[in-house]
Nanobody, 120 residues
Framework: QVQLVESGGGLVQPGGSLRLSCAVS????????MGWYRQAPGKERDLVAT???????EYPDSMKGRFTISGDFAHNTVYLQMNSLKPEDTAVYYC??????????????WGQGTQVIVSS
């Protein structure tokens, strides 16, 4: 069973930085894209950024500038560097991967989420 394991969340003061990590728990045949989403209390889950295995990154306009996604597809890991954090960035951050497992089954997998709280 493929699992995505996130880490790096926590409490940070406004203006601070955090780096989230997400690793695929087992060997897979191929990973096409990995991404980060976030969900604030009472709100829908929103896209933060994606990175594909050819290095292409995508960000919604609202996420450009302070967040940087990077992928280490050789090690099945994706990172999210978050700078100049604001209280409105407080949310549970979820990792997502579109991958092909060793049964040659393609699927979309989600991590369990990591909490980010931006507060003084």
């Amino acid at each position: 069973q493929v699992q995505l394991v996130e880490s790096g969340g926590g409490l940070v003061q406004p203006g601070g930085s955090l780096r989230l990590s997400c690793a695929v728990s087992e060997r897979v045949r191929s990973i096409y894209t990995m991404g980060w989403y976030r969900q604030a209390p009472g709100k829908e889950r929103d896209l933060v950024a994606t990175v594909s295995n050819d290095g292409k990154t995508e960000y919604p306009d609202s996420m450009k500038g302070r967040f940087t996604i990077s992928g280490d597809f050789a090690h099945n890991t994706v990172y999210l560097q978050m700078n100049s954090l604001k209280p409105e960035d407080t949310a549970v951050y979820y990792c997502d991967a579109d991958l092909l497992d060793y049964r040659l089954v393609r699927g979309d997998y989600w991590g369990q989420g990591t909490q980010v709280i931006v507060s003084s």
